[in-house]
């Protein structure tokens, strides 16, 4: 026993994960089933200007593409709470601002996985850096 990490156990998943035997949810093909893909900022900070999501509205399997101008609006926020685990109180594509890099921007649905992630690799979108946002 380690100390810091407490008593080995057994894991009686791990033989099947390690030779690929598991069948994770992800292989599973339903039919209707829709995947969504998230576009991230690639700012730290600041205000999104533009967007450009003709390309990926046009791929084969696209549904649908939503940005901070399309996604409906919520009606008050969730309730798991940003604030306690980040400090940040915000909701993605409700608003035009960039409060970290990496920050979903855009959200695209599709009929199956490829065609979602392929349009996002290098979207057109333009963002007006800041050093604080509001």
């Known amino acids: 026993m380690n100390t810091l990490i407490g008593p080995a156990r057994d894991r009686i ?6 030779t690929g035997a598991t069948r994770y949810s992800a292989e599973i093909h339903l039919p209707g089933l829709v995947h969504g893909v998230f576009a991230p900022s690639t700012a730290a900070a600041g205000r999104l200007t533009r967007i450009d999501v003709a390309e990926a509205e046009r791929a084969p399997g696209v549904i649908a593409v939503f940005t901070h101008k399309t996604m409906p609006r919520l009606a008050r926020q969730p309730v798991f709470s940003y604030p306690k ?3 940040m109180s915000f909701s993605f594509l ?3 601002r960039i409060l970290y890099g ?8 599709a009929s199956f996985t490829a065609a979602s992630r392929s349009r996002w690799s290098s979207p057109r979108r333009a963002s007006k850096p800041s050093a604080r946002p509001s």
């Open 102 to 109: 990496g920050q979903p921007i855009a959200k695209t649905t």
């Open 94 to 96: 409700q608003d035009d």
């Open 85 to 87: 685990l980040t400090g």
């Open 13 to 18: 998943d791990g033989p099947a994960k390690v």
